[in-house]
């Protein structure tokens, strides 16, 4: 996790002034021309829409300026509003202000505000500070009345609330007009009394920071909450103005579905100021004070790893509450990994067994870690030794800052280090790479180490090669081990595995826990090494302890799939949430997994989610793809396509990901979707499919199948659905088995290799749905180069084969009609039960009819009553009619099972073949 820069807090108090509640789009009724109300009304159908006519805009405006030639304000406000849009209209600042002073000369409250907003920001007028000043206390204060009728009174509260808070900046801005801090706090809290959000906000900052007035945490804390209710309001607002203008008819729902998200938004907003006032006021100088920063931080602790991390430092040193070293010492257990200065003080405490037990072998290994992490009073003691102190953050920068003015060559590298990930410093990769050559000229191992794997893209793998053999010839250790992974994995080095071994087990003498995983993982996978799980897990555990947390999550796999022990779910998930809490953002991404195929069997979609969405934020592209299905399909969250495009563009930004670019041009071919992009799948389809990504071949042969899209073709969609049914073991055993005939001898198997999880699933799926589509097109099509019977039923068996339930009812439904398949007795017996056993009611009513006809009742009439009994409840009249009768009650069940299900290890598909030639 990237360790936080806080800047000074008055940044917050700038954030406030600079974002403005943006101009407001009044619909402020009052008395006048009665047509001239009529007009506006049709205006505003006109730009909502309905479901039986889209929004047009045009219409809009030609019925705006008729209402406003009848001298209507509200029309003249919304006109003026549409003239700052890029809409219909061309934007036209200074239009918008004429229409604006026309409604405030007739005592329109939002035309006024909108004419002071703009005289405040110059928008299509000269900045007239005084101006807008005077506009807005017409606002909030009028001379003469508004005349405002009941049903708009809110919207008058919101233009007013904004108002208030417009007042606060000017009253609280430098070179605006005079300032006055007791003006402006008085007018931020009339606008927080009327919910404005960013008001609430300006208020928390202030009574934190005690900025000219006195300094209050309640009261600060007491608007944070505030401004966390008031924003969420806001945003539901924001998206029902969307809504309202027509601006997007599909997304009905989108309010309720993106709630969560908003809240889980704001919430984070808040625990960052939380977690930013406490810090602030840990800072040696005026503001100290932490029995105040402790408060803040305790606020923060649930939700806040940073703020774990400070009030480990208050804790340890009893600093704004009691010393309570084990509480410190758990804090920074809990964190593990994360944070290089929480790896250091907790390797400080196991050193000296403060809070616990002393333990001097994981405390190097805590001590290795934090300096691997560019932490400079780690390296400083590994390299002099002496005494180990507990140090906070800020105290740990400035030893870094001057020890590299000093030129002490493990300070530079750890500067060189932070300017690389942006830690408590400005990133910048040049300056980077600068103070990392000094540091390695210096013979500072690590800086050599990182020179070679961090900048190896901008030179060559030589240029890798040189600087981390410099680093492994010193001994150090992520060196030797890093050889090591190349040379198993071929990458710069030659592949040589028993190199690989070896380099390994000099790291695991050394006690390095990396090694000790690796080298457990190739006695798991027998790479190298003759496979034995016992010496894997002996390896795993030791690395465990040491804190690695990959190993932890190996071990918690091993449980999961019985790698040397007995499966065991419950110990698995218990492993995996430790790697989780020790820093694995894989473990999390795994986590979900494994709660997604459920402990008990059923999955368990919240905590899925919940591990996945953790495993999002930091940008785990597998987390992000899991995401977006379950948005998707609405599987532990509601169903949202705009969630779901969302994580599946982030995963495709970020990982570069074909398996997401797949899924959104799935969700933008759908012709249901108003907000479908066609041309947009379509390109994505053919991109994939040049990079043989071959369920979007299916997807093609369906859009030409369908004829969106694309010309309606059967012939194009029967060559696109045969390349994708050729991936099908079904039609491999087939064919193999000499059942398909098509002329290719020289047929080779397609390959899956390199195909990812996500891909070879969706292939599985999309496999049997073709040959489905293949069955029906060639008994179907009226194309002459498609229409097969025979070539249709044998792609329907191969679907069949797949447990395709479609394909299996079709094929029992052509044993029944067919005339091809006449005399196939013992077939039609097996596909007709198996269509009944997968649900199809047609036969079910088959089989039960013939058990009934034939007086089979000893051996299956219970069988013949639930099938009977099933068709009847999905609806089958003949049913119904036979339960009659035969004089069987029926209660219909919602959701009732079939009598059995289908068991794909029982199938015997080998007993008799479909007769069919086809040569």
């Known amino acids: ?170 009253y609280d801005s430098e070179n605006v007009i005079e300032k006055d801090k007791k003006k402006a706090i008085a007018f931020a809290k009339e606008a927080e009394e009327l919910g404005h959000a960013t008001a609430a906000m300006y208020l928390a900052v202030n009574y934190a920071i005690g900025d000219e007035i006195e300094k209050n945490l309640e009261l600060a804390n007491h608007y944070l909450e505030r401004y966390n209710l008031y924003a969420q309001n806001d945003y539901r607002l924001s998206f029902s103005n969307t809504f309202f203008l027509g601006m997007d008819q599909d997304l009905d729902h989108l309010v309720e579905n993106l709630a969560t998200e908003i809240a889980n938004d704001l919430d984070e907003r808040l625990v960052d100021a939380q977690v930013s006032f406490g810090i602030s006021l840990l800072k040696e100088g005026e503001d100290y004070d932490p029995e105040n920063g402790f408060r803040w931080l305790s606020m923060a602790e649930e939700k806040s790893e940073v703020a774990q991390l400070r009030l480990a430092r208050l804790y340890f040193r009893g600093e704004g509450v009691a010393e309570d070293r084990v509480k410190a010492r758990k804090l920074l257990e809990d964190l593990g990994s994360r944070f290089s200065v929480g790896a250091y003080n907790l390797g400080v405490m196991r050193f000296h067994g403060y809070g616990g037990e002393q333990d001097e072998v994981t405390a190097k290994s805590s001590l290795q870690l934090a300096a691997e992490k560019g932490l400079y009073v780690a390296s400083r003691y590994l390299r002099d030794g002496g005494e180990l102190e507990f140090f906070s953050y800020d105290e740990c920068l400035q030893q870094a800052e001057t020890a590299a003015r000093a030129e002490d060559p493990d300070a530079i590298y750890s500067m060189g280090y932070r300017h690389y990930y942006g830690f408590g410093v400005d990133q910048d990769r040049e300056k980077s790479r600068e103070l990392l050559r000094v540091a390695a000229e210096g013979e500072v191992a690590a800086a050599q180490y990182m020179l070679g794997t961090r900048f190896s893209g901008i030179l060559d793998d030589l240029y890798t090669k040189n600087w981390v053999n410099a680093a492994a010839n010193q001994g150090y250790l992520p060196a030797i081990n890093f050889k090591a992974e190349m040379h198993a994995g071929g990458r710069y080095y030659r592949k040589d595995i028993a190199e690989a071994v070896r380099l390994y087990r000099e790291c695991v003498a050394a006690g390095y826990p990396k090694s000790m995983r690796n080298l457990g993982m190739l006695y798991r996978k027998g790479e190298g090494l003759l496979k034995d799980y016992e010496k894997s897990l002996k390896l795993l555990n030791d690395a465990a302890e040491l804190g690695d947390p990959l190993a932890m999550l190996d071990i918690g796999e091993a449980y999961l799939n ?146 969106h899209g694309l010309k309606q073709n059967d012939r194009k969609a029967y060559l696109k659905f045969k390349r994708v049914a050729s991936y099908s073991e079904a039609f491999l055993e087939m064919k193999i088995g000499g059942r398909f005939d098509d002329g290719d001898d020289d047929f080779v198997a397609p390959n899956r290799d390199g195909m990812s999880e996500i891909q070879s699933d969706e292939l599985d799926r999309v496999s049997s749905e073709s040959s ?58 097996k596909w007709i039960r198996k269509a009944a056993e997968s649900g199809d009611p047609v036969s079910q009513y088959e089989l039960a ?23 009847a409840s999905n609806g089958y009249e003949p049913a119904k009619q036979l339960l009659v009768e035969q004089g069987i009650s029926f209660e219909e069940k919602e959701g009732e099972s079939n009598p059995r299900e289908s068991n794909e290890e029982e199938r015997e598909w080998d007993d008799e073949i479909l007769d069919l030639n086809i040569s």
Request: a negative charge; one cysteine or more; proline letters at 4%.
């Open 562 to 707: 019985g790698y040397g022990v007995d499966v065991d779910l419950i110990v698995a998930r218990d492993w995996m949430l430790k790697s989780s809490q020790s820093g694995s953002i894989r473990a999390y991404f795994e986590l979900g997994k494994l709660y997604e195929s459920g402990l008990n069997g059923e999955p368990e979609w919240g905590r899925a989610v919940e591990n996945y969405r953790e495993a999002s934020d930091y940008l785990h592209i597998g987390a992000m793809l899991a995401m977006g299905q379950c948005y998707e399909n609405g599987f532990g969250v509601e169903k949202s396509r705009i969630q779901a495009l969302d994580f599946y563009g982030k995963a495709a930004y970020f990982g570069n990901s074909n398996d997401a670019r797949y899924r959104i041009a799935v969700l933008n071919s759908d012709p249901d979707w108003t907000n479908a992009d066609i041309a947009m799948a379509l390109q994505s389809f053919r991109s994939l499919e040049y990079y043989t990504y071959i369920p979007a071949v299916y997807q093609l042969g369906l859009l030409n199948l369908k004829g």
């Open 772 to 829: 489905y589509q293949l069955g029906l097109l060639c008994l179907q099509s009226s194309h002459r180069k498609v229409r097969d019977p025979a070539e249709g039923l044998l792609w329907l068996e191969a679907a069949a084969r797949q447990n395709h339930k479609a394909a299996t009812a079709e094929l029992a439904n052509q044993y029944r009609e067919n005339d091809l398949l006449r005399g196939q007795t013992k077939n039609a017996d």
């Open 849 to 871: 009819k013939n058990y009934f006809e034939q007086g089979r009742f000893d051996e299956g009439k219970n069988e013949a009553v639930n099938f009977l009994k099933n068709a």
């Open 1 to 170: 996790m990237r360790e936080p820069s806080f800047r000074p807090l008055f940044l917050c108090l700038v954030l406030a002034l600079v974002f403005p509640a943006l101009p407001l789009c009044g619909e402020l009724m009052r008395e006048g021309d009665a047509s001239a109300l009529d007009l506006y009304q049709e205006a505003l159908d006109e730009l909502s829409g309905s479901e039986d006519k889209d929004p047009d805009r045009q219409e809009a405006i030609l019925l705006l300026k008729e209402a406003v030639e009848i001298g209507y304000a509200p029309a003249m406000n919304l006109l003026g509003n549409l003239y700052l849009e890029r809409g219909a209209l061309f934007p036209s600042p200074r239009k918008a202000n004429r229409l604006f002073q026309q409604a405030s000369e007739l005592n329109d409250p939002i035309a006024s505000f909108n004419l002071a907003y703009s005289y405040r920001h110059g928008r299509g007028v000269k900045t007239d500070f005084k101006k807008a000043e005077e506009l807005f206390i017409g606002v909030v204060e009028p001379t003469v009345p508004h005349a405002i009728e009941p049903e708009h009174f809110d919207t008058y509260r919101v233009t007013r609330s904004s108002a208030y808070y417009n007042l606060a900046g000017l």
